[in-house]
């Protein structure tokens, strides 16, 4: 198969784009570089361009023969998503509006889209399932819910097949393949502990430390980025096989405080790592666990990576990022 891979420059899609590759699969990134890296494309066919200009998408596109679409680009940093809604709804909403009117011009009819947990909200239950209302609290999380209803409209109208695959929180690295998050500036918890533990000069602050949580830290649930790159591959094969219109939490199943995740990376770094403890950051939920059960049996797919294998990927990936940005 060949797959366009949209935003495969960034941290999830350059893992996607990998696991294609070693599965034998031929990959077109098209990509920005706004945010990603042109090293985390080495070996891959490339197109450069904006998801906004619908005229340079159809002139670069045209006649290519695509099996399927997995679409990321997009932005997604939830506190500048609120600084500049119109900004965040013209790239995220309006550009899978362009990169959908191509395909269907071009009869690509299956699309994997990366969604986000951000669509829920506040949850109102200890686990999160598909079944949860959507209620962003933010503007990043209602582009993406209405991306997915601009998914669901063509899908209605018989012209698609598409996985809306909603992440919880994406971590980890595949150090072997040179491949890991790096994100300018960065606002993660994991990498933000690691480049700590590895002499960044930054404040490592733990956001809030009263929450009603058992140490007062937020539980989220991290799943290895490889392990989502599985649950990529396995949708496209399941829209191949039988079609249809799907919305499927990708997580875990299990929760992690901030404090937990610091343990966790105290242990893979091998000293303790120093930190304060300073005010909630605006938009943050206590908790937000998936329940995974419905992409389990729909997609035949389990995690198979745990926090300490995170961690550990992530701490090696660490390394090699700071020997690139030496040079
Ligand atoms: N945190 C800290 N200190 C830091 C960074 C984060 O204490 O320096 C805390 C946050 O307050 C939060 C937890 O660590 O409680 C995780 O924060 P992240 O920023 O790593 O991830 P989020 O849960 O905020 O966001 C993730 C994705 C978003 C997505 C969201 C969906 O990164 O893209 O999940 O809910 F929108």
């Known amino acids: 198969m060949h797959y366009l891979v949209t935003g495969g420059a960034g ?4 893992h996607i784009c990998l696991r294609l590759t070693e599965l034998g699969h031929g990959v077109t990134v098209l990509d920005d570089f706004s945010s990603g890296h042109r090293w985390a494309v080495t070996g891959h066919e490339v197109i450069e361009a904006d998801l906004r200009d619908l005229e340079q998408l159809r002139r ?50 299956d699309c994997v889209f990366s969604s986000t947990a951000a669509v829920y909200g506040n949850p109102t239950t200890e686990t999160i399932a598909e079944t949860q209302p959507l209620k962003p609290i933010n503007v ?6 209405v991306m997915e209803e601009l998914l669901s409209a063509v899908h209605a109208q018989g012209n698609c097949n598409a996985a ?17 998050e790096w994100h ?61 219109f799907y919305r499927l939490n990708l997580g875990n199943g299990r929760g992690y405080s901030v404090r937990e995740v610091l343990g966790a990376c105290e242990q893979a770094v091998g000293v303790p790592i120093a930190h304060t403890v300073g005010a909630r950051r605006p938009g943050d939920p206590a908790r937000l666990v998936a329940d995974a059960t419905q992409a389990g049996e729909v997609l035949d797919w389990q995690p198979i990576r745990d926090l300490q294998a ?15 940005a030496q040079v």
């Not at 941290?11 to 350059?14: A, L, Q, R, T």
């Not at 971590?171 to 072997?176: H, R, V």
């Not at 995170?310 to 690139?324: C, K, L, N, P, T």
């Open 310 to 324: 995170i961690v550990e990927s992530a701490w090696a990936w660490e390394q090699q990022r700071r020997a690139m």
């Open 140 to 145: 990043y999380g209602q582009t993406k819910r």
């Open 60 to 109: 670069l596109l045209s006649g290519c023969d695509f099996d399927g679409v997995f679409h990321f680009a997009a932005k997604s940093l939830v506190g500048e998503s609120g600084k500049k809604p119109v900004y965040y709804f013209q790239n995220n909403v309006s550009g899978t509006a362009n990169l959908l009117e191509v395909a269907l011009e071009q009869g690509w009819r």
């Open 184 to 244: 300018e500036p960065e606002t993660h918890l994991i990498p933000n502990i690691l480049r700590r533990a590895a002499g960044d000069d930054l404040a490592l602050t733990i956001f809030g430390d009263d929450y009603a949580t058992p140490d007062g830290t937020c539980i989220r649930d991290y799943i290895h980025v490889l392990d989502l790159a599985d649950a990529h591959i396995k949708a496209m094969e399941l829209l191949h096989q039988q079609g249809g």
């Open 11 to 14: 941290y999830i899609g350059s």
């Open 164 to 180: 809306c695959l909603r992440y919880f929180n994406a971590a980890g690295a595949a150090p072997e393949q040179g491949l890991g």
